[in-house]
């Protein structure tokens, strides 16, 4: 047998087509006029078996840099955290593992627990008092937060903060542009958002203040101010926000956030060469019946039983879409359970606990720069990134770490001409001392 997934022998085709009548597959499609067929071959390697192709994927796959045998310092809205192993035994079971929308509550219980357990824990990092049931990734989630800040409040310009990843940035102004919003960008200063600038160009046209937390060179805004500069002209909130870094700093509910956004990523989602990740969406009460995509609520039944229902969502996602405030009508269900679990395994102190390694141990990398001769770019409180000044191209740093074993951190100048020679650098809980001062070590040698 040559494929795996196609076990088909010339007789089981020659059955299946004397079967339907015709006598071979080529006239199956006898309908398509010849002139618009294509009648060459295809630019592509010949077939090979199953056992031949595994063993040519696996020495390709070998080519790769992985996370297994390189020690990683880039980070960047994807980071390289500790997976508890019993994440990896629930999401393979079959009822999670090929689940698919539980529109039908009476067969889909353990999917709806296991989405509304995801959006207690989302709120209670958050301090809010309602989370759906995930979103595509972070950037689609603040994008969404936008849209409906613009909604809500039916003001046309979002002013979004500079230090916000640029990726995120990106997508938000994506979904703007169809929308009619403009978004305007609040300068930085310091590494963190601008505040007299920010107080100068909030007005009463204003839908909402969008910032990081941690922002995305790592810093930790001013949250208080922001607060309150975004309310006094009645402007919406929104915060993109590390749910991890929440197990440790004062979550965005407690500063009066109206949206909180972010990735679920940190927890239980390996890299994966960037995706798919999960994001989360949490609102304050009274937006509670604009939330985009899914819902899962709380319910009893006829006797009394606790059951689980999909809820509040607006008709006019599914089916008049030109009314919709969104048309978010899925979600990372999968990669939901997988943070579900993870934090579940961890608990609140292990959280925590993980979250202050996270600043200890970068807060210690940050102080053996210093003292090997680096400049920090950005001085002020961070919780697991910082920008290092470098004094050659950063891609150049990267390609001689990576022969050392290493994979550097996160090119700034690829969004920021200002910032070229400027490395992000990531650094968690699973970074030992020895990388640490490795990593520091070769970096000055290189950079010398």
């Known amino acids: 047998m040559k494929h795996r997934y196609l076990p088909l022998t010339e007789s089981d085709k020659n059955a299946m087509l004397e079967s339907i009548g015709v006598s071979s597959i080529?006239?199956?499609?006898?309908?398509?006029?010849?002139?618009?067929?294509?009648?060459?071959?295809?630019?592509?390697?010949?077939?090979?078996?199953?056992?031949?192709?595994?063993k040519e994927l696996a020495q390709m796959a070998a080519k790769n840099a992985d996370l297994k045998m390189n020690s990683s310092f880039i980070g960047a809205g994807v980071y390289d955290h500790y997976i508890p192993v019993i994440v990896d035994h629930v999401l393979s079971r079959?009822?999670?593992?090929?689940?698919?929308t539980p529109y039908q509550p009476e067969i889909s219980q353990g999917e709806l627990q296991a989405i509304f357990e995801f959006q207690t824990m989302i709120c209670e990092l958050t301090g809010m008092e309602v989370a759906n049931s995930s979103m595509y990734d972070g950037g689609t989630a603040l994008a969404e937060a936008a849209m409906l800040s613009a909604g809500h409040t039916r003001?046309?310009?979002?002013?979004?903060?500079?230090?916000?990843?640029p990726e995120y940035k990106d997508v938000v102004k994506s979904y703007a542009k169809g929308q009619y919003i403009d978004v305007v960008e609040v300068p930085h200063k310091d590494g963190v958002t601008d505040l007299e600038a920010l107080k100068d160009m909030a007005s009463e046209e204003i839908a909402a203040v969008i910032v990081q937390y941690p922002n995305f060179f790592g810093g930790i805004e001013s949250m208080k101010e922001i607060e309150a500069i975004a309310?006094?002209?009645?402007?919406?909130?929104?915060?993109?926000?590390?749910?991890?870094?929440l197990g440790a700093l004062t979550p965005p509910g407690k500063f009066g956030a109206d949206i909180v956004t972010g990735d679920a990523q940190p927890f239980g989602i390996?890299?994966?060469?960037?995706?798919?990740?999960?994001?989360?969406?949490?609102?304050?009460?009274?937006?509670?019946r604009k939330v985009p995509g899914r819902l899962v609520g709380q319910t009893k039944d006829d006797q009394g039983r606790r059951g689980f229902v999909l809820t509040l969502q607006a008709r006019e996602q599914h089916i008049r879409r030109d009314k919709a405030t969104s048309n978010i009508c899925s979600n990372q269900a999968l990669n939901a359970l997988a943070a579900s679990v993870a934090m579940t395994a961890l608990g609140k102190k292990g959280v925590r606990e993980m979250a202050v390694a996270n600043i200890q141990k970068a807060h210690y990398a940050k102080k053996t720069f210093k003292e090997n001769g680096f400049e920090i770019a950005f001085e002020g409180p961070t919780f697991n990134e910082f920008v290092?000044?470098?004094?050659?191209?950063?891609?150049?740093?990267?390609?001689?770490?990576?022969?050392?074993g290493i994979i550097g951190g996160y090119d700034l100048g690829r969004d920021d001409s200002n910032l070229e020679k400027h490395m992000l650098v990531a650094i968690t809980e699973l970074r030992t001392?020895?990388?640490?001062?490795?990593?520091?070590?070769?970096?000055?040698d290189i950079n010398a």
Do not use: W
């Open 231 to 245: 309310h006094e002209n009645k402007s919406l909130f929104v915060v993109s926000s590390n749910p991890l870094a």
């Open 94 to 100: 079959s009822e999670f593992y090929t689940a698919y």
């Open 433 to 444: 001392k020895e990388e640490i001062d490795t990593f520091v070590k070769e970096m000055g």
């Open 155 to 165: 003001r046309k310009k979002v002013l979004i903060s500079s230090a916000v990843h």
């Open 270 to 288: 390996p890299t994966a060469f960037g995706g798919p990740h999960c994001g989360y969406f949490a609102v304050s009460g009274k937006l509670m």
């Open 26 to 54: 080529d006239e199956l499609f006898s309908d398509i006029p010849e002139k618009v067929r294509f009648a060459g071959e295809y630019n592509i390697k010949p077939a090979k078996s199953e056992t031949a192709l595994m």
């Open 388 to 404: 290092v000044k470098l004094n050659k191209p950063v891609k150049e740093v990267n390609q001689k770490l990576l022969e050392k």
